[in-house]
């Protein structure tokens, strides 16, 4: 599944300069937009972004009917008047909300010289000038004042859509924190844990280039809208994407796409591990993260499966996240010693040089919801402060086992405590690389 551009998006239309102008030129305004993004694209994804225009300019109550006025002469009333210079700024909204729909440039490009055909051949410059204030930053954007929020929203979107994508696979027996970790990666609970039905297919999981407060979610409809209680509602027998806005303790110069996949040793659905392995063998990916629970290591099921794992992926695609160190107690358990440990079965089954990385996901889900203004319960308010007190201790700190990364004195508490829960060592491990 490979949802379009627009799926990948962000958008945000709260302060769009047409709210403020009187309802009749709204009413118009859209129906200009319409008729020159449906020109070029007309699918579920652009009907989605109209009708978040349509939301933001108009009222419930009225609905534009094209048939009522020739659109030929709507258009040009609106962006060829000679007679109200005035207006000559919606010629330059409108090309930017047309690309801030169809994103595609050659889709761009065409609706520019459809738009040129009502204009004289002194405003089809002007055209030209939107084009490439749009795309190049060398341009000031405060040159057209009046648009410089949209045309850093379409500069962003361009510039994110066109950074390679990094593409991870995630596995895990069941209970071993898989979904908790992926959620802690995306920094909001979009992925099923165990306590919810857990996931029984495919989900691709797409990153977007800036914070909207808009979760998109395709299953056999399209919605950009959703949230969390829609995703978790779905019965998830299909394919599932979703993109939503990654929260990360450092820029990166990648878009990413997490591909969850349901536990492999299922008792409820032994389909399960057969949707995971034939995804582990057929996707494209760079990495394939493999999470261990540290409080159940050396089953049968999962030596089992290990061996599987290196029989059919590349030892140099492989990383081990060793989950649910906080769980052990410095009286009876001892981390470094299970790191070692496990990195011996690890050689044993045949892997060479295996990485490893300890972690809490459950603290790096809590310290990253907390930081990015997410809600938290009275609950996971008390285990966060639990959480912070504990990792703080010596015998919890998992920094030391991550090369090149170190504590310093001027962190704040967010960086600090994903160091020392593995979090920031984990993702600087993923995302600060090469291709």
């Not at 949707?275 to 993260?289: G, P, V, W």
């Amino acid at each position: 599944m490979k949802p379009n551009l627009q799926f990948k998006s962000s958008l945000i239309l709260d302060n769009h300069p047409m709210k403020c102008v009187n309802p009749k030129m709204k009413i118009h305004y859209y129906m200009v937009l319409e008729y020159f993004v449906k020109q070029f694209e007309d699918n579920e994804y652009t009907n989605f972004r109209l009708n978040e225009y349509r939301d933001i300019l108009l009222e419930d109550s009225q609905k534009p009917d094209v048939t009522n006025i020739p659109i030929d002469n709507l258009i040009r009333s609106m962006l060829n008047c000679t007679l109200k210079p005035w207006k000559k700024k919606y010629r330059y909204l409108i090309m930017c909300d047309i690309a801030l729909i169809l994103l595609d440039e050659i889709n761009i490009q065409k609706a520019a010289d459809s738009m040129k055909l009502f204009l004289s051949k002194g405003k089809q410059k002007q055209i030209d000038v939107v084009l490439s204030v749009l795309k190049n930053d060398k341009f000031d954007k405060n040159s057209i004042n009046f648009a410089a929020d949209l045309i850093e929203q379409y500069r962003n979107n361009y510039h994110f859509l066109k950074r390679p994508e990094l593409r991870f696979i995630v596995t895990a027996n069941m209970s071993a924190g898989k979904t908790t970790l992926v959620n802690a990666l995306i920094g909001k609970s979009l992925a099923r844990t165990s306590q919810e039905a857990c996931t029984g297919n495919i989900c691709y999981i797409y990153n977007k280039p800036f914070e909207d407060n808009h979760i998109h979610f395709e299953t056999s409809q399209v919605n950009l809208d959703a949230d969390v209680s829609d995703i978790k509602s779905v019965n998830w027998t299909s394919v599932t994407s979703t993109a939503a806005y990654f929260s990360h303790l450092s820029e990166h110069k990648f878009r990413i796409c997490i591909i969850d996949t349901p536990g492999v040793n299922s008792t409820l659905n032994k389909k399960h591990g057969e949707i995971t392995r034939e995804a582990i063998k057929d996707e494209s990916y760079h990495k394939l993260i493999y999470v261990l629970n540290a409080n159940k290591l050396g089953t049968d099921e999962e030596i089992k499966y290990l061996k599987w794992i290196s029989e059919n992926v590349s030892m140099d695609k492989i990383i081990f996240v060793l989950n649910k160190l906080d769980d052990f107690k410095s009286t009876e358990d001892d981390i470094e010693a299970s790191i070692k440990g496990v990195r011996n079965d690890l050689l044993n089954l045949g892997y060479e040089n295996p990485i490893i990385c300890p972690l809490s996901a459950y603290f790096a889900l809590l310290i990253k919801l907390k930081h990015e203004g997410g809600k938290l319960t009275e609950d996971e308010e008390d285990e966060y402060v639990l959480y912070t007190k504990k990792f703080s201790r010596p015998f919890y700190n998992l920094l030391k086992y991550y090369e090149g990364i170190e504590g310093d004195i001027n962190d704040d508490e967010m960086i600090s405590m994903s160091k020392k829960c593995g979090l920031y060592g984990l993702e600087n491990m993923l995302f600060g690389g090469e291709l």
